[in-house]
């Protein structure tokens, strides 16, 4: 069963970093693409970042690039997104996302499965 | 960059009732489009991805269709299970943006 667990959201001051983490398993991480979607409250999906199998391509949204930084460990089977100079409009919970396989969407987005998603807090 | 538009916003339909969704990129994106549901409280689900290709479980009063920049999803018969929002989304090239999403509940 594949199972994506994310961990490292909270409340955190403007300005401020922070790394999130999601923990794969059920599946062969290193050979999926992965993603970064949040929501803020009451609103609607933003994609924020992809990463290819290997992180050899890499992509933002324009509205966390230079801010954002997402990494992959295959070896930890691990998906990360570091957060740094965090604007109150960061403010959402932020799901990890398996991309479908490539033989169904030929992407590095078209995720298929999602965690349940952290909350990160943008609040002084 | 390539928008995304949706429409209606929300609708209202009776159980039973024929539903569909429209999704408009700004730019054509072939069939690089996928629907996704989100029920109240819950993580969103692929439905369909290849603006057609019904993803494995999902029943069959689902489709999708279109090509380029108009896209559709159908509910053919809306059941009470159906209530949520559906967001498409455009998988071609970066930025993956999702449409604003529909709201779905019954009448």
């Known amino acids: 069963e594949v199972q994506l667990v994310e961990s490292g959201g909270g409340l955190v001051k403007p300005g401020g970093s922070l790394r999130l983490s999601c923990a794969a398993s059920?599946?062969?991480?290193?050979?999926?693409?992965m993603n970064w979607v949040r929501q803020a409250p009451g609103k609607g999906l933003e994609w924020v970042s992809s990463?290819?199998?290997?992180?050899?391509?890499?992509y933002y949204a324009d509205s966390v690039k230079g801010r954002f930084t997402i990494s992959r460990d295959n070896a930890k089977n691990s998906l990360y997104l570091q957060m740094n100079s965090l604007r109150a409009e960061d403010t959402a919970v932020y799901y990890c996302?398996?991309?479908?396989?490539?033989?169904?969407?030929?992407?590095?987005?078209?995720?298929?499965?999602w965690g349940q998603g952290t909350l990160v807090t943008v609040s002084s | 960059d390539i928008q995304m538009t949706q429409s209606p916003s929300s609708l209202s339909a009776s159980v039973g009732d024929r539903v569909t969704i429209t999704c408009r990129a700004s730019q054509g994106i072939s069939n690089y489009l996928a629907w996704y549901q989100q029920k109240p409280g819950k993580v969103p689900k692929l439905l369909i991805y290849a603006a057609s290709t019904l993803q494995s479980g999902v029943p069959s009063r689902f489709s999708g269709s279109g090509s380029g920049t108009d896209f559709t999803l159908t509910i053919s018969s809306l059941q009470p299970e159906d209530v949520a929002t559906y967001y498409c989304q455009k998988y071609n090239s970066a930025p993956f943006t999702f449409g604003p999403g529909t709201k779905v509940d019954i009448k």
């Open positions: 990463i290819s199998s290997s992180s050899s391509y890499i």
């Open positions: 996302a398996r991309a479908s396989p490539p033989r169904y969407c030929s992407s590095t987005s078209c995720p298929d499965y």
């Open positions: 059920g599946f062969t991480f290193s050979s999926y693409s």
